[in-house]
C-alpha cells in the first residue's frame, strides 16, 4: 500500500491538526470518514475507493500523532491489525526496515457526527477555483486574528469579506464570480476551516460552494477516487 495513499486521505479531514478523533470505516473497498469540529461549527465526511483492506471500524484519536508515526516509514508501507479476544486494538504499519504500533481508540471515545438527512435549499453558488483559494487565502493571511468570513450579494455582486463588522474595522472584500437567488444579507462562517478546506482539496477537479441563508455552507470537492464534503453551520458575528 501506498503511504501517500493515506495521507491524502487524512488531510482532507484533519485540516491541519483542526479535526483529530474520527472512525474509519472499511467497507468492501471503500474507506470513509464523518467528522465534526470540537465547536460542532464544520462536520464533513471523506471517501476513497480502491483502498484494499481488513473490513471494519477504525477509532483513531489522535490524528496528528498517526501522521507523525506514518511520516517515519518509506511510501511503500505494509497494514495490518492486532486484535485481542476479538477486538482490533491496533493498527500496525510497516516498511523494510522500520515497523510502527498505533493504538486505536474505543469508538465510544469518538464524537458522534450527526447524520444530514435534511439539507435546507442553497440559494448561492460560488465558483472555486484556483483564483478563488489565492485570494481567500492571500486575505485570510493578511487579518490572521479574523476567525470568520462573511458573504453578502447585492444587486448580484457578491463578495466575501474578512473582518465584516458594523462599526469601522479593518477588513477585506473579495469579488467572487457567484449566483445568487435575490440580495442576501451578510452571513457568516469560519474562515479558519474554510481556509484549511480549500488547502486541503486545492488540487480537486471538481469543486463548488454552495450558501443557504439559512444557515449553512456546503463544499464538495472530487480529485480521482476521493470526493469529500463539507458543512460549515453559521456563525453569529
Known amino acids: 500500500m501506498e503511504k501517500n495513499r493515506i495521507n491524502k486521505f487524512v488531510q482532507k479531514y484533519n485540516l491541519a491538526g483542526l479535526i483529530e478523533s474520527v472512525k474509519w470505516d472499511v467497507e468492501g473497498t471503500t474507506l470513509t470518514t464523518s467528522f465534526i ?72 471515545v469518538i464524537p458522534v457526527v450527526p447524520d444530514l438527512k435534511q439539507l435546507p435549499a442553497f440559494n448561492v453558488n460560488i465558483t472555486v477555483d484556483s483564483t478563488f483559494i489565492t485570494r481567500f487565502n492571500k486575505a485570510k493571511g493578511a487579518l490572521a486574528d479574523e476567525k470568520n468570513f462573511t458573504f453578502e450579494c447585492k444587486d448580484g455582486k457578491g463578495q466575501i469579506i ?67 464534503d463539507y458543512y460549515l453551520v453559521q456563525i453569529q458575528a
Not at 69 to 82: C, G, K
Open 37 to 108: 469540529s470540537d465547536d460542532k461549527s464544520v462536520l464533513g465526511t471523506v471517501t476513497t475507493t480502491d483502498f484494499d483492506f481488513e473490513q471494519g471500524s477504525y477509532g483513531v484519536y489522535d490524528t496528528t500523532k498517526f501522521t507523525k508515526m506514518l511520516s517515519v516509514l518509506e511510501n511503500d508501507i505494509n497494514l495490518s491489525t492486532t486484535k485481542v479476544e476479538g477486538k482490533t486494538v491496533s493498527l500496525n504499519i510497516s516498511d523494510k526496515g522500520t515497523s510502527a504500533t498505533y493504538m486505536l481508540a474505543d469508538l465510544s
Open 162 to 228: 474578512i473582518g465584516h463588522s458594523n462599526i469601522n474595522t479593518n477588513r477585506i472584500s473579495i469579488d467572487v464570480d457567484c449566483t445568487c437567488d435575490g440580495d442576501v444579507k451578510p452571513i457568516s462562517f469560519s474562515a479558519d476551516f474554510l481556509k484549511e478546506i480549500l488547502n486541503a482539496n486545492r488540487d480537486a477537479k471538481t469543486a463548488s460552494l454552495k450558501i443557504s441563508t439559512d444557515g449553512l455552507a456546503h463544499l464538495h470537492f472530487e480529485l480521482d477516487s476521493y470526493i469529500s
